[in-house]
């Protein structure tokens, strides 16, 4: 049911390890300085980070049905929010859910503590130069065009000059620069050798 999610995070943690001379290492955050490790100990660290991220998975959609369903139970009450309730819930779940996440991602750099090598940590520019590369234009185009959409749809729900109208104008206005700072970061990075 979630072999995507797991997928996509276990790429991203095996995007910390790269292949050097003599071994592997591992950069936490893929900036950090990096950790000597062998490549069985590299294929035990993913093994091991599939499975605490299925665990992680299927606990916090455990919790979160849970949680609903008691959430559910106090509805009945006429004084019970509702949403309130629901947004709490939600954002419970979500954080436990990144902490975890981040826990896993750097679990190796905790194992393995004593094996830093001496070298010198990525930039971040760097760093920002390989998540570019990694996002695509097509990416680029379908999300601005998703999120231009949801920004008209949710502006002409809204009453013009309300409290919301603004706030939906600020928070796409926001997004937009974002994405047009990195489209123009993308579009001015050297080509790759």
Do not use: C
């Amino acid at each position: 049911m979630f072999g995507k999610q797991v997928d996509a995070a276990r790429e991203a943690f095996e995007a910390q390890f790269e292949d050097v001379a003599g071994g592997v290492h591992f950069r936490p955050g893929g900036v950090g300085e990096p950790f000597r490790l062998t490549a069985a100990e590299r294929a035990e660290a993913i093994a091991a980070f599939e499975t605490r991220m299925k665990r992680v998975t299927w606990s916090m959609m455990a919790v979160l049905f849970g949680a609903l369903g008691i959430m559910a139970w106090f509805s009945l009450d006429a004084d019970f929010s509702i949403e309130i309730g629901t947004f709490a819930i939600i954002a419970v779940v979500m954080g436990g859910y990144i902490l975890a996440y981040r826990r896993a991602m750097h679990a190796p750099a905790r194992r393995h503590a004593g094996r830093q090598v001496p070298g010198e940590n990525r930039s971040k520019a760097e760093m920002r130069a390989v998540e570019l590369r990694k996002m695509s234009w097509s990416q680029i185009g379908l999300s601005t065009a998703a999120l231009l959409v949801l920004i008209w749809v949710k502006l002409s729900e809204e009453v013009p000059g309300s409290n919301a109208f603004w706030a939906w104008l600020l928070f796409g206005g926001a997004i937009l620069s974002v994405v047009l700072v990195r489209s123009v970061r993308k579009f001015r990075l050297p080509p790759e050798d």
